[in-house]
């Protein structure tokens, strides 16, 4: 989100933008014999990609 003002002859101009995004994945299937893999982060607080499960 941004923010612009500009001040012209006594007057302000105000200018507001804003961006959205959101992707959503779901685990199909994983290699045979994994429950999960870790994607990032460490072993007890990462992302998990589990087996029938969104992925945000």
Do not use: C, Y
Request: net charge positive.
């Amino acid at each position: 989100m941004g923010l612009t003002v500009t001040p012209i002859r006594r007057a302000v101009v105000w200018n507001l933008r804003g961006n959205f995004t959101k992707n959503v994945s779901k685990v199909v299937s994983l290699p045979e014999g994994s429950k999960e893999i870790l994607i990032s982060g460490s072993s007890d607080l990462g992302n998990f990609a589990i087996e029938g499960n969104l992925s945000t």
